[in-house]
């Protein structure tokens, strides 16, 4: 007898053993539906009709409190939502519709709480944003602090009642197209002030700014994107000289066009034409790979560059090169600089400025040369203007961004 009750418990640990195993499993497996997830990156694959959602596999936690989320893609209407969620949360809910959810909507910047109408809490976001979401270690018990973030700063906080352990990342999507990038193990710490003031700084090293804007080091097209007159032009305060002959921009989000272009013009430069196209310009274009050179023909030059690329222009000085004036350029005659002349340009059929076709502005000859991620792709004598090349950078289509430095090398 007692060697059968001994076998009886024996069976019984066995089972007990298999079932906390199956819960386990259950509790670290993701949950998704009319999503499909490709590494890090999760797409929506519904009708539009339906929500798609996604829940992690473990909850945040005190060493693990944060996560972030990179649209890659609004889709038709940009219904991604980010937030926090019971474990067997219902996957045709959007989260934060439901109770002991929220979430940070990206098409309203709403907050939403448990409840299907959301309150007003932060901008709205869009392609290239990222969204983040964590919990503070300073909550009371009980209480649980959760804040949002949206490229890197703070958008606001709210206090739920729950603990972090009984809270998932998740993400919502409602729309055809919608495609972000996960980060599970993103880490969270909020920009210093002194850092803030170091990145302001650098819109001082911009002379020229049209239809973009600058935030620290990175540039955004803020044009309408619309036709061939709706470039953004940035150029830089001072020209290249031998001291400071090269600069880069690396291309952190490519817009709808990857539209754009990377080169050297003179300091009257139109203020609406993409560097290469007129007269006193040189540029490598991103979308095609082309080297447009005084002309609104490019020629083929190296290969196309697009998102996470980084492109570079720079010039190769005489021995005996010097500059009159040094780097003082901001003291220069600008009447002593010829007013812009432009070639004729098929892009430009209906513009009523353009202008008889003519070679660059003479002057001595200088190599410039471009690379793409560290190689140089080409090279090309030109003549150096009146008053020498400023760093010039183009872009034309909605959402292109691009990351600056202007003196990556010197020498």
Partial sequence: MDDINLHYRFLNWRRRIREIREVRAVRYRERLKRMLRDGDVLRYHGNSDEVGCFVAARPLSRRNRYFEVTIIDTGVRGMIAVGLVPQLYKLDHQ???????????????????????????????????????????????????????????????VDIPASPDALFPAV?????????????????????????????????????????????????????GKSIVDVGLAQARRPLNTRFHYYELEITDAGEKCYIALGLARRDYPKNRHP????????????????????????AFGPRCFEGDIMGCGIMFPRDYSLDGGDDVDDWDLDVIPKPSEVQNDLYANNEDEEDEGEDLEGRKVTVFFTRNGKVVGRRDVALPVGGWYPTIGMMSTGEKVRVDLHPLSG
């Fill in 95 to 157: 989260p934060g519709w439901l109770p002991h959810s929220v979430a940070f909507h990206a098409d309203d910047g709403k907050l939403y709480n448990g409840n299907t109408v959301g309150q007003q809490f932060g901008p709205k976001c869009c392609r290239g944003d990222r969204i983040g979401c964590g919990v503070s270690l300073d909550s009371d018990d009980g209480q649980l602090t959760v804040f949002f973030t949206k490229n890197g700063k703070e958008v606001g906080s």
């Fill in 172 to 224: 919502g999507m409602h729309s055809l197209g919608e495609e972000v990038l996960l980060d599970l193990n993103a880490e969270w710490g909020p920009e210093e002030d002194d850092g803030q003031m170091i990145v302001d700084s650098h819109e001082e090293d911009w002379g020229r700014l049209h239809d973009i804007k600058v935030t620290g080091t990175l540039l955004e097209y803020v044009g309408k």
């Fill in 276 to 299: 290469g196209w007129s007269r006193g310009s040189i540029a490598y274009h991103a979308d095609d790979g082309k080297l447009f050179q005084g002309s609104g023909v490019g020629d």
